[in-house]
Every structure is written in C-alpha cells, then in structure tokens.
C-alpha cells in the first residue's frame, strides 16, 4: 500500500515570491507521481506528472517538481508565483503495475497575497 | 466541449434519506471513478468501473451503491444518508485506466447530511 503525506496544509506567499510544496510518499513498488490543481469551486485538473526519465518535470505555467528517490519526496516548486496561482495542490501516487488507483496526499492550500 | 460533469453541484439530506449523484463524461473514456473529500484529507476512492456493466470497490465503498449502464454515465447512490457522508464528492475518468494516465475531474457535489 502507499501513502503520501503533504508537510504542510496551509502556504501564505506574497505575489513573486519563490514558492516550495513538500510531499513525501511511501510504498513499497514502484511508483508514478502527480500533482493536481483544485482552483477554487473547480474540480482537480492535471498539473504535472513523473513517469520516467529526467527527475525534473515542468508544467506549462511555471510550476516544476522534482522526483527525489531516495528521500522519496516530490516536492513542488515555482520561483515567482502570481495571485492566480491561489489554489489547492494535492500530490498523488499510482503503482506502475495494474490499473491506476490514485492515492492522493492531504492537500496543501496556496495563498497568495499581493 | 463539456468533459466531465457532475449534478447536483449542492444538496442537503436528511439522515435516512436517499440521493443519486450524476456524473457524464463526453470523451469515450473507459475508466470512471468517484472519490470522496473530507475536509483537511485528500480524496479517497469510493468506487470504480473499467467499462459499462463492469464496477469495483475502492478505499471506502460502504454506504455507497453505483452502476455503468452506458460508457457515458457513472451514478452513485446513497440509499440511507448518514452525517459521516458528509463530504464532497468528486467523479472522473480516464481513457484507459492505465497508471500513468491523467483523470479528468468534475467540479464536484458538496453533500450535507443533517
């Protein structure tokens, strides 16, 4: 079984500030790594995700996380954040074998103040 | 187009009483899932299907019923509503169902069981 555990529930940043969302994950197999995006009143959508290959993975808006297996973490990163990046962020495991059964962490909520 | 969609967006029960959640998907996807939200957790697996006819427990299935009639719709039913299902619920779906697959989410059904 897996698990994930997001260090921190709650981040307040000030508007370009440099931003850090920690996640730690546990199991026992190897495993696909994801995190989603929950904007307000919005369900969750896709934000990045590792599978293999290069440990740093980028989305499309500025966000990067890096895969980090031996201190099994995925930590979630963005170097200069805008007030509309405000949001809930979950990290998600999945075993590579069989069909996919997310296992998300508890979620952390970005606040960004101007 | 309309991806995934959920209804009611809000509803209010009282304890015993029945409610169908709605959840249709647009895209041909094969897998569906419904996830349940508690408040400061992340979203745990209710229930799944690989296709039309063809459903499976996840993490927490008790008090909960569904079915897959057509590729396009995954109800899920409370038959005897109780205050621990309060929550907010969440379906979605993917192509394949393979682990390194994205979900597609709806935006969700904020349920209050009084």
């Given at each position: 079984?897996?698990?994930?555990?997001q260090?921190?529930?709650?981040?307040?940043?000030?508007?370009?500030?440099?931003?850090?969302?920690?996640?730690?994950?546990?199991?026992?197999v190897s495993?696909?790594?994801?995190?989603y995006?929950?904007?307000p009143?919005?369900?969750?959508?896709?934000?990045?995700?590792?599978?293999s290959?290069?440990?740093?993975?980028?989305?499309?808006?500025g966000?990067?996380a890096?895969?980090?297996?031996?201190?099994?973490?995925?930590?979630?990163?963005?170097?200069?954040v805008?007030?509309?990046?405000?949001?809930?962020?979950?990290?998600?495991?999945?075993?590579?074998?069989?069909?996919?059964?997310?296992?998300f962490g508890?979620?952390?909520r970005l606040?960004?103040?101007? | 187009?309309?991806?995934?969609?959920?209804?009611?967006?809000?509803?209010?029960l009282?304890?015993?009483?029945s409610?169908?959640?709605?959840?249709?998907?647009?895209m041909?996807?094969?897998?569906?899932?419904?996830?349940?939200q508690?408040?400061?957790?992340?979203?745990?697996?209710?229930?799944?299907s690989?296709?039309?006819g063809?459903?499976?427990k996840g993490?927490v299935?008790?008090?909960?019923n569904v079915?897959r009639?057509?590729?396009?719709d995954?109800?899920?039913?409370?038959e005897?509503?109780?205050p621990?299902?309060t929550?907010?619920y969440?379906?979605?779906?993917s192509?394949?169902?393979?682990?390194?697959e994205?979900?597609?989410?709806?935006?969700?059904?904020?349920?209050?069981?009084?």
């Amino acid at each position: 079984a897996q698990s994930v555990t997001q260090l921190d529930s709650q981040v307040p940043v000030f508007e370009e500030a440099p931003v850090e969302l920690r996640c730690n994950y546990s199991s026992s197999v190897s495993v696909y790594l994801f995190w989603y995006v929950q904007y307000p009143n919005q369900g969750l959508q896709l934000l990045l995700k590792y599978l293999s290959g290069s440990t740093l993975v980028e989305s499309i808006n500025g966000f990067e996380a890096e895969f980090n297996k031996s201190q099994t973490s995925f930590h979630l990163r963005k170097p200069s954040v805008h007030i509309s990046d405000t949001a809930e962020y979950f990290c998600a495991v999945s075993e590579i074998q069989g069909a996919q059964k997310l296992v998300f962490g508890q979620g952390t909520r970005l606040t960004i103040n101007p | 187009n309309a991806g995934v969609t959920q209804t009611p967006k809000f509803r209010i029960l009282k304890i015993g009483q029945s409610m169908t959640l709605q959840c249709t998907q647009d895209m041909n996807h094969n897998y569906m899932y419904w996830y349940r939200q508690d408040p400061g957790m992340g979203l745990k697996l209710i229930y799944y299907s690989v296709g039309a006819g063809i459903t499976d427990k996840g993490e927490v299935p008790n008090g909960y019923n569904v079915s897959r009639s057509t590729t396009e719709d995954f109800p899920l039913r409370l038959e005897l509503a109780a205050p621990s299902q309060t929550s907010v619920y969440f379906c979605a779906s993917s192509q394949s169902g393979q682990a390194r697959e994205t979900q597609y989410f709806g935006p969700g059904t904020r349920l209050l069981v009084l």
